[in-house]
């Protein structure tokens, strides 16, 4: 937020009863109200956020969180963390700044006047070249003074709404209504929008000082991408196609009587900018960028995506940091520190099956695996064969709430995995049963589950033997549960199968830590 003086010189040379010479309209013409800036304030909040959120439907205000995250082979570091709030005083200056807010020449901010709820007036003011402010003409604008009633009793006082997009775009005009009736509609989320209010301020005869804190509506995110630990020596010499996703950019709307935002329903991906780092430097940092979002449901997280990455002479390909959450009016840095990893022993094979001993003739077989390995960094079960449904239950939590079921024709137990690109099934469209892909003989997971460090859940599936891995997804109901992989101690697991005919699981279990890099 930045802290502006504007300097109302207002002259009663009207009666109480007519607070502004409207000449017919709705305009201040004839007054001698100049505003002049000395910013002495600070740009975005920096306390009680929300900064990252995990996978629950409630969001924890902190300060700052920190997770291990596994995106294909590679570990991440991710760090959200609010920007202090950062107190600067400076004189009346050109150009005109305060923390991270530059108001320089050419920038217009609207200034509307009520009485209690009722309409008086606005204007359009431009920061001159020496760091004060002109009237401007333009949309409901003239390029006269605002002119106020003064005077030394308490009748006239005003409530001033200040607006801008901190830039020389005009943020359009204030509908002539009522202050409670009032609101800015079609606002873009790429525009740096900023409000202030006042209340019941009284204007005297001569000089009267309003203080503006102007309050950002929008958050501001610098991303970091550490690679020096995984790299020595080497820089990053490219970031292809950075996007974060759910950026509300149309629909907003702003309500003047508080400065609420209705944010537009409809979210797309924002482009990053990482121009201008060196490909000698193993950390890159983006352009600062300013994302429309409300931050509060789990609908609201965003998903920051590179399409790839190139660091020295090795690539990384389809990163992706899920569950980003971003509170209006806050600055964050989002840190991307790649990180190294080793296996969490003891690795962890599994098999079972319908003649398992003592489960001859039940319907629902059952393994327990103690001492699954503890691990930080996420655990990953390949399934090398599958026939045809399973479920696990970790240190008490079902990994589904239904067990999931690759065949289709089960009674009671229905199809509820599929490939998430184009909905494909096996046993559909010339993709085999499960049970006829088996990879045992070669150790190549079929059907790969991911634990992620944050507790998240994720599946991947291959077509035929020979095909590559491939995200799956859940439907018919079926949802995944959060999971609490222990970091510090052992697991605890027990697979559950659905005996079908013939019933086998069998594969290998694979927790990885973070470790310093070599």
């Known amino acids: 937020m930045a802290m502006l003086s504007l300097s109302f010189f207002a002259v009663s040379c009207r009666s109480a009863d007519s607070a502004v010479d409207n000449n017919g309209g709705n305009e201040m013409v004839n007054g001698s109200a100049l505003l002049k800036f000395n910013l002495t304030g600070e ?16 969001i924890s205000v902190e300060k700052e969180q920190v997770r291990n995250l596994i995106v ?3 570990a991440f570091i991710v760090t959200m963390t609010p920007v202090s709030k950062e107190s600067t005083a400076q004189a009346s200056v050109n150009p ?21 709820d009722a309409y008086i007036g606005q204007k359009l003011y431009t920061i001159n070249a020496s760091g004060g402010s002109v009237p401007t003409t333009g949309t409901s604008s003239t390029n006269t003074d605002m002119m106020l009633d003064g005077d030394t009793e ?19 005009a204030a509908p ?4 409670s009736a009032t609101s800015l509609s079609g606002v873009s989320g790429n525009s740096d929008l900023m409000y202030f209010r006042a209340d019941n301020i009284r204007v005297s005869k001569g000089d009267n000082l309003l203080s503006v804190l102007f309050k950002h509506k929008f958050s501001q995110i610098t991303t970091i991408i550490d690679a020096s630990d995984v790299s020595p020596g080497n820089g990053i010499q490219s970031i292809n196609t950075p ?7 149309t629909g907003n709307v702003m309500k003047f009587s508080d400065g609420t935002v209705t944010f537009g329903a409809a979210g797309i991906g924002k482009a990053l900018s990482f121009s201008g780092n060196s490909t000698s430097n193993a950390v890159w940092t983006s352009a600062p960028l300013l994302f429309a979002n409300p931050g509060a449901a789990t609908s609201d997280m965003a998903t920051l995506t590179i399409s790839s990455m190139q660091v020295g002479a090795k690539t990384k390909n389809a990163i992706s940091i899920p569950n980003i959450v971003a509170k209006p009016g806050y600055k964050y840095n989002l840190k991307l520190k790649f990180a190294c990893t080793a296996v969490a022993t003891p690795t962890w094979p599994f098999s079972m099956s319908d003649t398992d001993p003592g489960n001859a003739g039940k319907t629902v ?22 026939d045809n449904s399973f479920n696990l239950n970790i240190n008490g939590v079902n990994l589904s709430n239904q067990e999931i079921q690759f065949q289709s024709a089960v009674a009671a137990y229905p199809r509820n995995i599929r490939f998430k690109s184009d909905g494909g099934m096996w046993e559909l469209n010339g993709i085999p049963a499960i049970y006829n892909i088996d990879g045992t003989a070669t150790s190549t997971p079929i059907v790969r589950i991911t634990i992620g460090p944050d507790g998240s859940v994720s599946m991947m599936g291959r077509r035929s033997l020979g095909s590559a891995l491939e995200p799956l997804e859940l439907f018919n109901g079926a949802l995944f549960n959060v999971i609490n992989w222990k970091k510090t101690e052992p697991n605890a ?19 990885r830590k973070v470790v310093p890099c070599p």
């Open 365 to 386: 077989i059952t393994k327990t695996f103690d001492n699954a390995p503890a691990a930080d960094a996420g655990f990953v079960f390949d399934v090398y064969k599958m």
């Open 176 to 179: 002539t209504t009522n202050l």
């Open 96 to 116: 005109i700044a305060a923390g991270g807010i530059k108001l320089v020449q050419g920038v217009v901010f609207r200034v509307v006047v009520y009485r209690g």
């Open 243 to 249: 996007v974060m996703s759910n950026h509300r950019a």
């Open 43 to 58: 740009d975005y909040e920096g306390k009680d956020i929300e900064p990252l959120a995990s996978t629950k439907n409630v």
């Open 72 to 74: 294909g082979d590679q």
């Open 493 to 511: 697991v027990m697979a559950t199968m659905v005996v079908t005919g013939t019933t086998v699981m069998n594969g290998l279990g694979v927790g």
């Open 154 to 172: 308490s009748l006239n006082k005003y409530t001033f709404v200040v607006y801008s997009f901190n830039s020389s775009v005009d943020p359009g």
